[in-house]
């Protein structure tokens, strides 16, 4: 997901300079991400069954893969607009569900080890623009675009076989309650 997500900021600089990317594409393209990011998250909140789902984890591992791929596939702004944005969404999608698994299988362990899911993050965003400082003065942004799809699928690999939370067991009582109860959330945010 660290690789997936954030190699575009390293790549970047190479799309502006070999591919013509202007600084506003660039930033439509950065957004369209952000956007995906958020609906992603968004969809693991509503939609708790989306967390626990192991098709939907590898599905995402599968989607971040094919988007980075694809991205040297075409020199169509819109294009990299959908495969970033369907990037975003798969990326928040693999970290709620390694989260969500991380936490609930580390529950009676020592309050530290949680961090290895953030830790992951960060390791995928430094693996990233290692791969394409390394990249970036013997090749282009092509090369990078496919180096960083590699890279993903390798570090897919470690987490195909995560196992998400399994789906809590309640009370028949329980059951009639409403989904998630995200509008107290939000509206702290509204009326503050």
Same mark, same amino acid.
Not at 14 to 42: P, R, W
Not at 100 to 116: E, N, Q, V, Y
């Given at each position: 997901?660290?690789?997936?997500?954030?190699?575009?900021?390293?790549i970047?600089?190479?799309?502006?300079?070999?591919?013509?990317?202007?600084? +506003?594409?660039?930033?439509?393209? +950065?957004?369209?991400?952000?956007?995906?990011?958020?609906?992603?998250?968004?969809?693991?909140?509503?939609?708790p069954?989306?967390?626990?789902?192991? *098709?939907?984890?590898?599905? !995402?591992?599968?989607?971040?893969v094919?988007?980075?791929?694809?991205?040297p /596939?075409?020199?169509?702004?819109?294009?990299?607009?959908?495969?970033?944005?369907?990037?975003?969404? *798969?990326?928040?999608?693999?970290?709620?569900?390694?989260? !969500?698994?991380?936490?609930?299988?580390?529950?009676?362990?020592?309050?530290?080890?949680?961090?290895?899911?953030?830790g992951?993050?960060?390791?995928?965003?430094?693996?990233?623009?290692?791969?394409? /400082?390394?990249?970036?003065?013997?090749?282009?942004?092509?090369?990078?675009?496919?180096? !960083? +799809?590699? /890279?993903?699928a390798?570090?897919?690999?470690?987490?195909?076989?995560?196992?998400?939370? !399994?789906?809590?067991?309640?009370?028949?009582?329980?059951?009639?309650?409403?989904?998630?109860?995200?509008?107290?959330?939000?509206?702290?945010?509204?009326?503050?």
């Open positions: 997901m660290g690789v997936g997500r954030f190699v575009y900021t390293a970047l600089p190479l799309m502006h300079a070999q591919a013509g990317l202007s600084a +506003a594409a660039g930033a439509n393209v +950065a957004t369209a991400n952000y956007v995906g990011y958020l609906v992603g998250a968004l969809a693991g909140i509503l939609a069954a989306l967390v626990r789902s192991r *098709a939907v984890l590898r599905g !995402s591992l599968l989607a971040l094919v988007t980075l791929a694809a991205m /596939l075409g020199e169509s702004v819109a294009g990299w607009l959908v495969l970033r944005l369907v990037a975003g969404v *798969a990326s928040a999608l693999v970290f709620v569900v390694a989260v !969500s698994s991380l936490l609930h299988h580390l529950r009676d362990r020592p309050p530290h080890l949680p961090g290895w899911a953030f992951g993050v960060g390791g995928g965003i430094a693996l990233s623009g290692l791969l394409v /400082l390394a990249l970036r003065s013997v090749t282009d942004w092509r090369a990078a675009w496919w180096a !960083s +799809a590699a /890279l993903t390798v570090l897919a690999c470690a987490a195909w076989n995560l196992r998400p939370e !399994s789906a809590p067991e309640t009370p028949a009582a329980a059951v009639a309650e409403p989904g998630p109860r995200t509008h107290r959330w939000f509206g702290a945010l509204f009326v503050s």
